[in-house]
C-alpha cells in the first residue's frame, strides 16, 4: 500500500495536466453520490423560490378542504397535491416553505458557530500557552453543557421564534469547531513549511492566515456538512415541542408537531414533513462522508 | 584562506525537560548542543554529520533563530548577533536560508509553486508582482524546472521536484547562507545524485557558503569542504574533508565511518561495530561523552573531559592516528 | 541444504484504481536458492514491495489483485518428503499456515510493526502460540530463546516490557525475533535497517549475517542502499517500473552492470573517501498509469535508439542464471 500511494504520488509532469485536470473533476463529479446531492439541491431552490413553487399561500385556510388526503388516493383532490392539513391549508406548500426555516437556521447558525469555533481553534492552537488553556476550559465547560435544558430554559424565557434557535445553534455548536480546529493547528504548526515560513521572515499573521488556516478547510468542509443534517434535525426537533418555530409559520417540525394528533385519521400530515426531513439529513451525513473521502488528498490520487 | 562569514562559538542550547501533574515543574535539561564552535569561510561548506540526536538539526534552528540561544554567540561576518543593530540584523536574517529533509513538509499543500518560491520576496517587501514573476521564471530555470511549473501545487510535483522548489524558494532574495538540514535523505538514489549536483552547481554560480547537515557521511563527504563530527551535543572532530577519511582521529568517527556499508562486494568488512546505544541527553556521561561506546577508553576519559585540539582538531585523550 | 527454495515466474501484481491499471508489477521472475541473500534493489515505487508482499499474499485488495503468474515455493512437509507448491494456488487458510512459519517477514519501522498495547513477549510468542500450540512455560522458553538469538540483554526481564520501552535499534531486534521465531525457511526483510542511525545499522546487519548463518535461512532482502546489498546479498535483481531489468550475482552486477539503470544506480552513489561529481539519472521514474512504449527506462537512458522506443527488451542471457532486459546489450558493460 505505501509503495502503491507512493508511486500514484509521483505524477508526471508530462503533457496534458490541463486536460488531465478536467477529466479528474468530472469523475470526480460523476462519482459523487448523485441522489443525495439532487435532494440538496432541491431542498435549497425550494427554499429560495418557496414563492414561485408553492402552489398555495402556506397559511391560507381553506376550511372546506379540510384534512384532503393527498391527490392519489381515494378523496384526495389534483388542487392539494400531497393533501391539507386540519384547517385546510396545502401540505405540499407548507412542506416547501418550511425548508426555508430549516435552511435559514443551519446556514445562518452554522457560519456563526463554524466562524467563531475556527477563529478561537486557530487562536488556542498558534498562540498555545495561557491562551490556549483559557480557550479550551472554555470549550470544556461548553461540551458539557446539558444543551437541550439550557436550550429550553432560554427558550421559556425568551420569547420563541426562528431567531432563537440560531442564537442557540450558533452559542452551542462552535465548541467542536474549535477542539477540531485547534487539533490540526497543533500538527500544522510543527511542519517544515512553517519553520520556513519564518525563516522567510513571515510576520504572525501571514504564518496563520496563508500557512495554516487555509489546511483545515477540508475538515472543516466535512463537519460543517455533517453539522447541517445535525441542525436541521435539532430545529425540527425544538419545533415540535412548541419552543421554535411558531405557528403558523411552517416549520418541518410544527407540521409534524400538528400532525402527530391526526396520525391515525389523516396520517399524511405527519409523514410528508417527516420524510423531507429524514431525506435532507440522510443527504446532508452521505454528502458528508463523501467529501471526508473526496477530498483526503491520500485517497484522491487513487 | 578566503574570510569567514560565519561562525559560533561556544553554541549552547538547553531543552528544560518539565514533568508534573498540576504545576510543571523543571526537572532537567536536555543538553541538545553543548558548547560547539566552529567558523564557515565564505563560498564554502561546512558539513556536520552525527546520529540522531546528536544536535545537528538543532544547531541549524539556532541559526535560523527559530530557537532562542542558551548561551554563546553566532558570528556574521565577523559580528556577534548580539551587537547588531536592527539593520544589521534584518540583512542577517535574509542572507541565511533554508532547505529542510522532507519535500512533503516543507512545502505549503495549499500553495502554489510560484507564491512558495517568492515568499521571502513578498515578505521582503520593495518587489512588484513582475519582479517576483521574472525571479521565478529565472529559478525554475536555475533548479531545472519547467516554467509552467509554477502555477502547480506542491502535490502534483514528485519528491525530486519537490526538493528543487524548495531550493529555487532558498535562493529567492539572492541569500550568502544556505543551511541545508538532511537535504536528500528523504529522496531516492537518483534525486539524490540530481539535488546533490544542482547544489554544488549553484554554489560555484552564485558564490553561496552551505552548512549542510546529514547523518550520511557520504553525501557529506561529497559537497563539503570541511566536516565536523557530533555526538551528544559535542563537536568531537572537525577536520578538511580530503583527510578526514584518510586521517581519521576519533575513535567516534572511526567507529562511523567503518559503520558506512561500502557498496563493493570486495571489500572485506573490517567493522568496528560500536556497541550498544547514544545515551540519553539529558544527563550525558560524564567525561568524555563517547566514553562508555568506545574501544579505547581508559580511566581518564570517565573523569576528564577532552578538550579540542589545534589542527586537524579533535576533541579525545589519545593520539589515535 | 542446497537446492532452489523460491521460484517466482512471470508474476503479475496490479492495481486497479479509478484513473487506470497501475502495473506495480508486471511479469517479474527470479529464483532463490536454499540459505542464501537476494537483494531486490529499485527506486520507491518499482514494485519491489509490491513483489515481497505478493510472495505472502497479503497485497491489499481491492485494489490490488495478483492476475498471473507463480510462486513455487519448495519445502518439507511433516514427514519430510520435499514438496513443491504453487503459493498462489493455496486458499486462504492454507497460505496462513505459511506465513510466520514457512515464509515470515520483517517490515521498515518497528513503531509500526510491533503493536503498542502488547507486551514484546506477547507478540514474539505469537507465532509460537499459532504455529506450534504451544502455551505455559514451554512458550515462555521458546520466546526467551529467540529473543536471545537476536541478543537482547536481559530477555528474562525484558519479555514483560512494552515496545515504546525499547529504542528503535532494539525495537527492529524484536521484529526480528518475531520474524525468525519459528525458523521459516524464507525472511522476506523489507528495508530492514532504512529508520536506524549507521551505526545501529551495522549492529543490525551484523545481526542478520549472524541469524543467517546460523539457521541457513534464504533472505529477500528489499533495499535502496547498495552498501547493504554489496554486504549481504549472493544475487541482485534490480527492478525498474514493475520489472526486473537485471538480475545477477552481487560480484558481477557491483563490477560489470550489464543494464544502463545499474550502472547509473551505481555511479550515482556517493562514496566515501572518493569525491567526485555524481552521475545522476536525469528525469523522473515513469508514472506507472502512462508508461511508455517500449523499454520503460528509455526516456531517461543515454544509450535508447529507436527500437527501445518500441519494444520492451526481450530477455538476454549472461553468464549461469544471470539475465539482463536491454537492446544495447552485448557483452561486458554497457558504454
Not at chain 2, 108 to 112: A, C, S, Y
Not at chain 2, 264 to 276: A, C, K, R, S
Given at each position: 500500500m505505501t509503495a502503491m500511494s507512493s508511486n500514484t504520488n509521483?505524477?508526471?509532469?508530462?503533457?496534458g495536466t490541463q486536460t488531465r485536470k478536467a477529466h479528474q473533476l468530472l469523475t470526480f463529479i460523476r462519482r459523487g453520490p448523485t441522489i443525495p446531492a439532487l435532494i440538496i439541491i432541491t431542498v435549497i431552490l425550494c427554499a429560495i423560490f418557496a414563492p414561485y413553487l408553492?402552489?398555495?399561500?402556506?397559511?391560507?385556510?381553506d376550511p372546506k378542504a379540510r384534512l384532503t388526503p393527498p391527490?392519489?388516493?381515494?378523496?384526495?383532490?389534483?388542487?392539494?397535491l400531497l393533501g391539507t392539513d386540519s384547517t385546510g391549508r396545502d401540505l405540499l406548500s407548507r412542506i416547501i416553505y418550511g425548508a426555508r426555516v430549516s435552511l435559514i437556521v443551519a446556514v445562518i447558525g452554522i457560519s456563526i458557530s463554524a466562524t467563531l469555533g475556527t477563529i478561537l481553534g486557530l487562536t488556542s492552537g498558534f498562540f498555545g500557552g495561557i491562551t490556549d488553556m483559557f480557550i479550551m476550559r472554555i470549550v470544556d465547560v461548553m461540551m458539557s453543557l446539558p444543551v437541550l435544558f439550557l436550550a429550553l430554559a432560554f427558550a421559556s424565557v425568551i420569547p420563541s421564534g426562528m431567531y432563537i434557535i440560531i442564537l442557540i445553534v450558533a452559542f452551542f455548536g462552535w465548541s467542536h469547531y474549535t477542539r477540531i480546529t485547534r487539533g490540526e493547528v497543533l500538527s500544522l504548526k510543527e511542519r517544515d513549511f512553517v519553520a520556513l515560513a519564518r525563516v522567510a521572515q513571515a510576520s504572525q499573521k501571514r504564518i496563520m492566515l496563508?500557512?495554516?488556516?487555509?489546511?483545515p478547510t477540508n475538515t472543516l468542509t466535512v463537519l460543517v456538512t455533517l453539522d447541517v443534517g445535525g441542525v436541521i434535525m435539532f430545529e425540527a426537533a425544538f419545533s415540535f415541542i412548541g419552543f421554535g418555530v411558531q405557528p403558523p409559520t411552517p416549520s418541518w417540525g410544527n407540521i409534524l408537531s400538528e400532525g402527530q394528533n391526526y396520525?391515525?385519521?389523516?396520517?399524511w400530515i405527519a409523514t410528508f414533513p417527516g420524510l423531507a426531513l429524514m431525506a435532507m439529513v440522510f443527504s446532508c451525513n452521505f454528502i458528508g462522508d463523501w467529501l471526508r473521502d473526496a477530498l483526503d488528498p491520500k485517497l484522491r490520487q487513487l | 584562506m578566503s574570510d569567514v562569514v560565519l561562525a559560533v562559538n561556544k553554541l549552547t542550547k538547553y531543552f528544560p525537560v518539565r514533568a508534573g501533574l498540576v504545576f510543571d515543574r523543571t526537572?532537567?535539561?536536555?543538553?541538545?548542543?553543548?558548547?560547539v564552535t566552529f567558523e564557515i569561510n565564505d563560498g564554502q561548506t561546512f558539513g556536520l554529520v552525527g546520529e540522531s540526536g546528536c544536535g545537528k538539526t538543532t544547531i541549524a534552528k539556532l541559526l535560523l533563530l527559530l530557537e532562542p540561544l542558551t548561551d554563546g554567540s553566532i558570528l556574521f561576518k565577523g559580528k556577534t548577533l548580539a551587537e547588531m543593530n536592527n539593520e544589521e540584523m534584518r540583512e542577517y536574517k535574509f542572507s541565511i536560508q533554508a532547505v529542510f529533509q522532507d519535500p512533503y513538509s516543507s512545502l505549503?499543500?495549499?500553495?502554489?509553486a510560484c507564491d512558495i518560491i517568492s515568499e521571502p520576496m513578498t515578505t521582503a517587501g520593495g518587489f512588484t508582482k513582475v519582479d517576483k514573476e521574472d525571479r521565478v521564471k529565472e529559478l525554475l530555470e536555475v533548479v531545472g524546472l519547467?516554467?509552467?511549473?509554477?502555477?502547480?501545487?506542491?502535490?502534483?510535483?514528485?519528491g525530486g521536484q519537490r526538493q528543487r522548489v524548495a531550493v529555487a524558494r532558498a535562493l529567492s532574495v539572492n541569500p550568502k547562507i544556505i543551511i541545508l538540514d538532511?537535504?536528500?535523505?528523504?529522496?531516492d538514489v537518483s534525486f539524490q545524485a540530481q539535488i546533490l549536483n544542482l547544489l554544488g552547481d549553484i554554489q560555484e554560480r552564485f558564490g553561496l557558503t552551505y552548512l549542510i547537515i546529514s547523518h550520511d557521511l557520504a553525501v557529506v563527504e561529497n559537497i563539503s569542504d570541511t566536516i565536523g563530527v557530533m555526538y551528544l551535543g559535542k563537536l568531537v572532530e572537525s577536520a578538511p574533508a580530503a583527510s578526514l577519511y584518510s586521517e581519521v582521529q576519533h575513535p567516534y568517527t572511526r567507529a562511523l565511518l567503518s559503520a558506512v556499508p561500502i557498496p563493493?562486494?570486495?571489500?572485506?568488512?573490517?567493522?568496528?561495530?560500536?556497541?550498544?546505544e547514544v545515551p540519553s541527553p539529558l544527563n550525558p556521561p560524564k567525561g568524555c561523552r563517547c566514553h562508555p561506546r568506545c574501544?579505547?577508553?581508559?580511566?581518564i576519559c570517565a573523569e576528564q573531559e577532552p578538550e579540542f585540539r589545534a589542527g586537524h582538531r579533535v576533541a579525545c585523550h589519545f593520539d589515535t592516528n | 541444504m542446497n537446492g532452489r527454495l523460491l521460484e517466482v515466474n512471470n508474476l503479475q501484481t496490479h492495481f486497479f484504481v479509478r484513473r487506470g491499471?497501475?502495473?506495480?508489477?508486471?511479469g517479474v521472475s527470479f529464483k532463490i536458492d536454499k540459505g542464501k541473500v537476494l537483494g531486490l534493489v529499485?527506486?520507491?515505487?518499482?514494485?519491489k514491495s509490491v513483489t515481497a508482499m505478493s510472495i505472502l499474499r497479503l497485497i491489499p485488495s481491492p485494489p490490488g489483485k495478483i492476475v498471473g503468474g507463480e510462486i513455487l515455493f519448495r519445502s518439507e512437509d511433516e514427514s519430510g518428503n520435499e514438496e513443491e507448491i504453487d503459493l498462489l494456488k493455496l486458499s486462504l487458510i492454507e497460505i496462513r499456515k505459511f506465513r510466520g512459519k514457512r515464509i515470515s517477514v520483517v517490515l521498515q519501522d518497528p513503531m509500526t510493526s510491533?503493536?503498542?498495547?502488547?507486551t514484546i513477549g506477547n507478540q514474539v510468542g505469537e507465532p509460537f502460540r499459532l504455529h506450534e500450540k504451544l502455551s505455559g512455560p514451554a512458550l515462555l522458553k521458546k520466546i526467551i530463546e529467540v529473543l536471545k538469538r537476536v541478543r537482547i540483554p536481559n530477555p528474562d526481564v525484558r519479555?514483560?516490557?512494552?515496545?515504546?520501552?525499547?529504542s528503535g535499534g532494539m525495537r527492529q531486534r524484536v521484529s526480528t525475533a518475531m520474524g525468525i521465531s519459528c525458523n521459516p525457511q524464507l525472511l522476506i526483510a523489507d528495508?530492514?535497517?532504512?529508520?536506524?542511525?549507521v551505526t545501529i545499522q551495522a549492529q543490525l546487519l551484523k545481526l542478520f549475517e549472524q541469524v543467517q548463518q546460523e539457521s541457513n535461512m534464504a533472505i529477500i532482502l528489499i533495499t535502496h542502499n547498495l552498501g547493504i546489498v554489496a554486504r549481504l546479498c549472493d544475487r541482485v535483481c534490480v527492478m525498474y517500473a514493475g520489472r526486473i531489468v537485471e538480475d545477477g550475482s552481487v560480484r558481477r552486477i557491483f563490477k560489470e552492470p550489464a543494464h544502463p539503470y545499474t550502472r547509473a544506480l551505481m555511479e550515482s552513489v556517493p562514496r566515501l573517501g572518493k569525491k567526485k561529481r555524481l552521475f545522476s539519472i536525469e528525469g523522473?521514474?515513469?508514472?506507472l498509469l502512462f508508461l511508455p512504449t517500449g523499454c520503460s527506462f528509455w526516456p531517461r537512458?543515454?544509450?535508447?535508439?529507436e527500437k527501445c522506443k518500441q519494444e520492451y527488451p526481450p530477455i538476454t542471457s549472461i553468464e549461469g542464471d544471470d539475465y539482463v532486459r536491454c537492446w544495447q546489450y552485448s557483452g561486458g558493460t554497457v558504454s
Open positions: 509521483e505524477t508526471s509532469l508530462s503533457a408553492a402552489p398555495h399561500d402556506p397559511q391560507k385556510i391527490a392519489w388516493s381515494e378523496g384526495g383532490s389534483g388542487k392539494y496563508k500557512h495554516i488556516l487555509p489546511n396520525l391515525t385519521t389523516a396520517w | 526537572k532537567g535539561y536536555v543538553k541538545a548542543v553543548d558548547g505549503n499543500p495549499r500553495m502554489r519547467l516554467p509552467e511549473s509554477a502555477s502547480m501545487y506542491p502535490h502534483e510535483f514528485s538532511e537535504p536528500v535523505s528523504a529522496l563493493d562486494p570486495d571489500v572485506e568488512v573490517t567493522q568496528e561495530v560500536l556497541g550498544g574501544s579505547l577508553k581508559q580511566v | 491499471i497501475v502495473k506495480a508489477v508486471d529499485g527506486e520507491s515505487g518499482c514494485g510491533l503493536n503498542p498495547v502488547f519479555i514483560a516490557d512494552y515496545p515504546h520501552q525499547f528495508e530492514p535497517t532504512t529508520a536506524l542511525d523522473q521514474p515513469p508514472n537512458c543515454s544509450f535508447a535508439d
